[in-house]
């Protein structure tokens, strides 16, 4: 895949509709199959209102301003893994209060930004730090809130036993509607993933995007 047949996966899917990305989170929890068919549009209502909801008291606002009013540290890291592996971390939340940034991969991804003009819509309300940092943030506050993600949505049974549980893809969705009502963004932040890594890792960034692409598109 060339840089201008990448940069075109990443425009084509900039333009999907939001319902297709949640779909795709919520497919990849390991209780998917446990999910009532009848309850899932519903679970993924409820989810990105909770973002919504719990963006509102940001908009507007500093992001660093309300990470210390809330005391959470922002501290950076160097990505020393070998490339090509199975799955990366752009940024964590150390819970009570420390987010954690891959350094290494924003400045990737922000230098395939700032040469690929077509991209640079991606950090137009925010960079890419911000962006992270918020999603980041989201699990903070449902964890302090105790916010609808942090409930158990299912009850299923294992032989005699019978067992309720989180649906932890809930939480991605909902990060993913907080950061876009924080920042106003017209695409999903997913698209990140696969930038960030493109020039550092060409090979798992194209196969993420083209994969991502089959199965939201």
Not at 22 to 29: I, S
Not at 209 to 215: D, S, T, V
Request: proline share 4%; glycine share 4%; hydrophobic share 40%.
């Amino acid at each position: 895949m060339s840089t201008e047949t990448f940069v075109q996966t990443i425009l084509k899917l900039s333009k999907l509709p939001d319902e297709s990305y949640e779909g795709y989170l919520l497919k990849q929890d390991n209780l998917y199959r446990r999910i009532p068919e009848e309850a899932k549009a519903e679970l993924l209502r409820n989810a990105v209102e909770c973002g919504k909801q719990a963006a509102q008291p940001l908009k507007g606002k500093p992001l660093a301003e309300f990470l210390q009013q809330a005391g959470i540290q922002v501290v950076y890291t160097k990505e020393t893994s070998n490339k090509t592996k199975n799955a990366y971390t752009l940024a964590e939340i150390r819970l009570p209060d420390r987010i954690t940034l891959n350094e290494t991969l924003i400045d990737s991804g922000q230098k395939l930004i700032n040469h690929e003009a077509d991209l640079q819509f991606l950090t137009a309300q925010a960079s890419i730090a911000d962006i992270l940092s918020a999603h980041e943030l989201f699990h903070y506050l449902e964890n302090r809130d105790k916010l609808y993600t942090t409930e158990k949505h299912i009850q299923y049974k294992i032989g005699p036993f019978s067992k309720t549980a989180r649906i932890h893809a809930l939480s991605e969705i909902a990060a993913t509607a907080f950061v876009k009502e924080v920042y106003g963004l017209t695409f999903s932040p997913l698209l990140f993933n696969p930038v960030l890594l493109y020039n550092f890792d060409t090979e798992f960034s194209e196969d993420f995007a083209a994969q991502l692409l089959k199965r939201v598109g």
